[in-house]
């Protein structure tokens, strides 16, 4: 089992920036994959960013140039710097930890921290 721990959710203005960190404990090796993923309500929950074990990246159209997802794999901690924020950002925003062992694939999630981008 992995468990995902998120901080950094809250209110601010159109073009602030929020930077989410999300804290993996438990069995956590081999974790293939970590992202960031965010549902707003009435809608699907979608990708925002992902990043690798070998720390490649990956981004959704809609935040490419604004935010970043990094890693400290000392810490076993994912961030998501979210820069220029749009009011459209507004989600919840959920920490997901993605493991393949030959035919057995896991998803783990965490609780969800809410981000709302509002004047």
């Known amino acids: 089992q992995v468990q995902l721990v998120e901080s950094g959710g809250g209110l601010v203005q159109p073009g602030g920036s929020l930077r989410l960190a999300c804290a993996a404990s438990?069995?956590?090796?081999?974790?293939?994959?970590m992202g960031w993923y965010r549902q707003a309500p009435g809608k699907q929950r979608d990708l925002v960013a992902a990043i690798t074990s070998d720390g490649g990246t990956d981004y959704a159209d809609s935040v490419k140039g604004r935010f970043t997802i990094s890693r400290d794999n000392i810490k076993n901690t994912v961030y998501l710097q979210m820069n220029s924020l749009k009011p459209e950002d507004t989600a919840v925003y959920y920490c997901n930890a993605h493991r393949i062992l030959g035919l057995l694939v896991e998803d783990y999630w965490g609780q969800g921290t809410q981000v709302t981008v509002s004047s």
């Open positions: 438990g069995s956590i090796f081999p974790i293939n994959a």
